[in-house]
């Protein structure tokens, strides 16, 4: 089988080789990698340019990481080829595969055949280094032309690997409030995330913080929630937490159920008590 | 300029329960929730740039929801009736409209609700050959060149290309306008194209199950915030999660 790898992160091409230990794996990347037993090295990162080089591969299998321009790449090469797609796998075997559906409320099984292009799901695998050859691979320009690209600066916290993280939904009310849960954060050594809406559309904290199904999947020993509602799109970014703490006013928030912990009340008064406590000790 | 907004119908999931070990689908339909934004951009794109918007949907073709597409303001809607679809199946449905219509502009949103892979809109300009635009947070449009920002994680790009092509858009591009009571009675008069599925999915559906993990689930009042953080505290440190 012809088995051909992308992803802009090299952890995925570790994962992808993972499933496929005693197959021949051929990676496109503008990253390094040790898990490849080619890797072809692309000199810019033209998503359309990307994809087409891909399907020139002509791939019986084409997996791809899930960063949201990995899918972009796989999803146009998958069109290209006319090949079906599973997007989002969370595990592979022979000609089985699981997804999650539904915003993250379901689990799907699906049955495929090859030819395909399949997008994996990030996760803690081993995988043995290969003896990669390498070339470098010059691309021709896409038709739609960067202008300008902006970083948007985070502080570089890294949240998927936090142990402890205090996030914050829109019932904390306002920008200004934001700074309690800083507080909290900083007095437990814990990283600051957000929901959707504070991130994406009130811009209360930078978007690399948002947590959730479009943004980022966390595994921390303790996770507070605090005033966020617990909508399934935000449940599928913290299953994998050990504890969840929420915050809450309303009883009935669907976070209750996806809680081990729940305090039904203000979130700035749990804050400001909170940091006292630990303050103190 | 003739713009198509792609929209899916999808169980409402903020009804769908788990219940036991099934999880119940059998709940009122809608239109996907950021899908909305895609029918919005292209309603306000010919509302500025003349020419017609047209909708199309592919799968479930309830009714009541394609009315509500055509009162916020498409044209007309294209039902392609689906039982079982996957995204090749469905692509190659909607290109083969595509390529009837021949319009300037395809406008997809970042994701569904149902399946919520997010790289349908991707797909579909790999079939069509025609470039790509995704996670479009604003445009502008001059002429046949068409200016975009793109959100993505820890970056936002802006970049050019020529139409025709196609976009995904982000739930923040705009908000969804609601019709009014009027809007909704009128748009029973406007056209709806029903198309029978002749492409059979290559991947199939074996199962769907709910996704749960379990949680403890102990309630703490918060009335009294201090004595609360007390037994947080006492139940944290049981658990060796805080120090
Ligand atoms: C395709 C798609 C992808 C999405 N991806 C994501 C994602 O990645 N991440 C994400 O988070 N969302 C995502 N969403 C959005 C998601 O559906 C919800 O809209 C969002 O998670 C809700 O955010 P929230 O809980 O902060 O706000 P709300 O739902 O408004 O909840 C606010 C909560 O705060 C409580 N509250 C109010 N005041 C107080 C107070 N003083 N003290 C304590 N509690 C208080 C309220 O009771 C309420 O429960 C996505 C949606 C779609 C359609």
Redesign the interface.
Known sequence: MNIVVYSEDPEYIKVASSYFPNEKIVAVSTSDTKYADELHVVDKMD??AI?KYL?SLKPDLLITGS???D??????????????????VIEISGN?AK???????????????TP?VV?ISKKNVEAKERQTQKKNVNLEE???????????G?EGVDLSSAQ?IVSVGRGIGSKENIKFADELARA?GGALGGSRPIT??LGWLP??R?IG????KVKP??YFALGISG???HLAGI?DS????A?NTD?NAPI???????????VI??C???VK??GKK | MNVVALFKIVPDDTLIKITGSTLDLNVPAKISTYDKSAIEEAIRIKEKHGGKAIGITAGNTDRKAIREALAMGLDEVIAIDMKEQDIYSTANMIADQLKQLNPDLVIGSEATTDSSGGIFPAYLAGLLGLPLISYVKSITIEGKKIRAERNLISSTEIVEAELPLVISVVGEINTPRIPTVKQILESSKKPVKSVNANVKPLVKLASVSPYVIQRKKIIIDGSKMEEAVDKLLSYLRQEGVIS
Not at chain 1, 71 to 88: H, T
Not at chain 1, 99 to 112: P, Q
Not at chain 1, 242 to 245: A, L, N, Q, S, W
């Open positions: 998503e359309e994809a399907a960063t949201k321009r899918k972009v790449v796989g999803a146009y090469a998958a069109g290209l080829l006319k090949y079906p797609i599973l997007p989002d089985k997804r999650v559906v539904y915003s993250g409320m379901g689990i799907a099984e699906l049955e495929f055949n395909i997008s896409g038709k739609v032309k960067k202008i300008e690209v902006k970083q948007k985070g402890i437990i994406a559309d978007e690399d948002q199904l479009s943004g980022l020993k303790v909508q399934p799109q299953k050990k504890i969840i703490v915050v009883k209750v159920e996806n809680a081990d912990y729940i305090v039904v009340g203000d008064k749990f400001q008590e909170m406590k630990v």
